[in-house]
Structure formats: structure tokens, C-alpha cells
Nanobody
Framework: QVQLQESGPGLVKPSQTLSVTCTVS??????????WNWIRQPPGKGLEWMGI???????YYNPSLKSRTSMSRDTSKNQFSLHLSSVTPEDTAVYYC?????WGQGTQVTVSS
């Protein structure tokens, strides 16, 4: 039914901006009261919630990452994206997009020079 698919750069250099995009099928990202999350999991560590974008484009971020995080959406493509600036190797993780019920499979992003 509802499917989410992440896409990302795979490799990002330190100090650059990491951007990953989630394409949603089976539901509209603008449907009233739907909201869409980004979560990441560094290797060997637990899940970390990063932020959320609502059906009408409001965004909320994990305070520990807020200064470096932004989200955007493209309603014509039924996509939403995460942008993480000034990355370091500690931002290496599998990045997931998710609704409260449905998750994508994740996309690995490595920060390395």
C-alpha cells in the first residue's frame, strides 16, 4: 500500500551538506494530518529522530541537530527531503524516512574525505 523510498548521495565530504530524499507512493504527503519523519541510525548505535514535516509543510527538528537541519518538500513529486549541513564523519548513518506506521528501507550515507 504505502511505500517510502529513500535516495541519497552515498558519499559526502566533511563540511558539505548531506541531502536525502524520500519518495512516497500510495499516499499523498499533503493529506490532512499526515506527517513525515527522518530518522537515522549510525553504525553500531540506536535510532535517532531528526525531524518531521507536516502535511502543510511545517517542520520540527531534534534540538540537538536543529542548527544544521532543514527539510523541504516537492508536492508535485510527492517527495520530501532532509538537508544536513556541515557534516562530519559522525553523521555517517543509514537514513530512514517514515510515517508513524510505514518506513522506508533506508539509505546509507557515508561522510568521508
Amino acid at each position: 500500500q504505502v511505500q517510502l523510498q529513500e535516495s541519497g548521495p552515498g558519499l559526502v565530504k566533511p563540511s558539505q551538506t548531506l541531502s536525502v530524499t524520500c519518495t512516497v507512493s500510495g499516499a499523498s504527503i499533503t493529506t490532512n494530518y499526515y506527517a513525515w519523519n527522518w530518522i537515522r541510525q549510525p553504525p553500531g548505535k540506536g535510532l535517532e529522530w531528526m525531524g518531521i514535516i507536516t502535511h502543510d509543510g511545517r517542520t520540527y527538528y531534534n534540538p540537538s541537530l536543529k542548527s544544521r537541519t532543514s527539510m523541504s518538500r516537492d508536492t508535485s513529486k510527492n517527495q520530501f527531503s532532509l538537508h544536513l549541513s556541515s557534516v562530519t564523519p559522525e553523521d555517517t548513518a543509514v537514513y530512514y524516512c517514515a510515517s508513524p506506521i510505514y518506513w522506508g528501507q533506508g539509505t546509507q550515507v557515508t561522510v568521508s574525505s
